[in-house]
């Protein structure tokens, strides 16, 4: 996972990990669609999924449906470390913001080409033949799988394109959890944290979350 530096909002809500009770990428079951987007020769596949055939009943890759527990090595004597990554512009994100710009003016041709040089680089097939929403869906999908883990990518994604319900079926501390969010949906926009409001009584909460007294 990418680390606070780059904008993450774990140090503020707390980690999915803990929450999950998980304490390790590996106990996370990933979501079948999610899975599915990655196809054989995406070399995304070694770098987001188990690789272990020790684990998943010997299932590796996206049909193993876990996270990889490490990162690939970085050359040092401690093998599999991710470094802190402080660009504020990745290439592989200004590849994937110019197809959807190129898409949203009406570019569709320029769009394809921008999004198919990318795919070659993580030998993700092509675009061809795509055209209107198929076309932005695609370009979401690459982002999905690029982004997977990164910072808050792909919540602000969700927030951005909307257009979908969301439900989740979720077990937070021991207790079940059915979950559904509708596009516009207030928790979209995360309630302001406590010590904001505690430093400026002027600020006004986001719609729909409870005012805290204190």
Not at 3 to 17: A, F, P, R, T, V
Not at 39 to 52: H, M, S
Not at 70 to 85: A, E, H, I, L, Y
Not at 140 to 168: A, M, P
Request: charge should be neutral.
């Amino acid at each position: 996972m990418e680390n606070n530096l780059q904008g993450g909002i774990s140090s503020i809500y707390g980690s999915c990990y803990q929450y999950l009770n998980a304490f390790s990428p590996d106990n996370i079951v990933l979501k079948e669609d999610l899975c599915a987007l990655f196809k054989p020769g995406d070399i995304r596949n070694n770098i987001v999924f188990n690789a272990n055939p020790a684990v998943a009943g010997g299932k590796v890759g996206p049909e193993g449906k876990i996270m990889n527990w490490g990162w690939p090595s970085d050359g040092t004597t401690q093998g599999s470390v991710k470094r802190g990554n402080l660009a504020l512009f990745k290439p592989e994100e200004a590849w994937l913001m110019l197809a959807e710009a190129q898409y949203r003016t009406g570019a569709t041709n320029d769009a394809i080409i921008t999004l198919n040089k990318f795919k070659s680089f993580r030998n993700a097939g092509t675009a061809n033949g795509l055209s209107g929403d198929a076309l932005l869906q695609e370009i979401v999908n690459e982002r999905r799988k690029e982004f997977f883990g990164d910072s808050d990518k792909r919540w602000i994604d969700l927030k951005r394109f909307g257009g979908k319900t969301i439900t989740r079926k979720l077990r937070f501390f021991n207790t079940d959890y059915n979950l559904k969010v509708e596009p516009n949906d207030y928790h979209y926009a995360l309630p302001i944290p406590l010590v904001e409001i505690q430093q400026n009584r002027n600020i006004i909460p986001n719609d729909g979350w409870i005012i805290i007294q204190y």
